[in-house]
């Protein structure tokens, strides 16, 4: 009987443990969140400068026909189509490492802004998009 209580209070010892280690993991977790929804390429920076958000994003080979930027809520999202640019059924590649696919940013914005005094602009491959906080 004595061999079954210890090995009952091995298994609450263990559980302890493993309960205060998950705790510890979720805290830490928790701070170090990041604002922004991780959702796959293409990568981002995103700055404040006094009242402004600034976003930069990577958009290399694609046109401004390509993907779209729009608010909802407190969200920025940028997504889009990067679309194969080799079609040509006689070719085989023997190595691809570049990502064709759709994809989705979305970035909670850190303050409400001004929705109709925004600027985006598409130069050398990179997405500035600067918006302006609001009063509310």
């Known amino acids: 009987m004595s061999s079954e209580g210890d090995s009952i209070s091995k298994i609450r010892f ?14 830490l977790m928790e701070r170090t969140k ?7 390429t293409p990568p981002l920076d995103a700055m404040i400068r006094g009242e402004e958000v600034i976003i930069t994003a990577e958009l290399p080979g ?9 608010l909802y809520e407190n ?3 940028i997504e889009g ?3 194969r640019y080799c079609t040509d059924k006689q070719i085989f590649f023997i190595r691809a490492e570049r990502e064709f696919a759709p ?7 850190p303050f409400p802004v001004d929705k109709d005094n925004t600027q985006a602009m ?8 600067t918006l302006i906080k609001t009063e509310n």
């Open 103 to 109: 994809f989705k940013r979305i970035m909670q914005l």
């Open 81 to 83: 189509i990067r679309k």
């Open 62 to 70: 694609l046109t401004s026909d390509e993907f779209t930027v729009y």
């Open 75 to 77: 969200l920025l999202i």
């Open 122 to 129: 598409l130069k050398n491959g990179v997405l500035t998009v």
């Open 14 to 27: 263990i559980h302890g443990l493993m309960k205060k280690e998950v705790e510890e993991l979720l805290k």
């Open 34 to 40: 990041s604002p922004i929804a991780e959702t796959g």
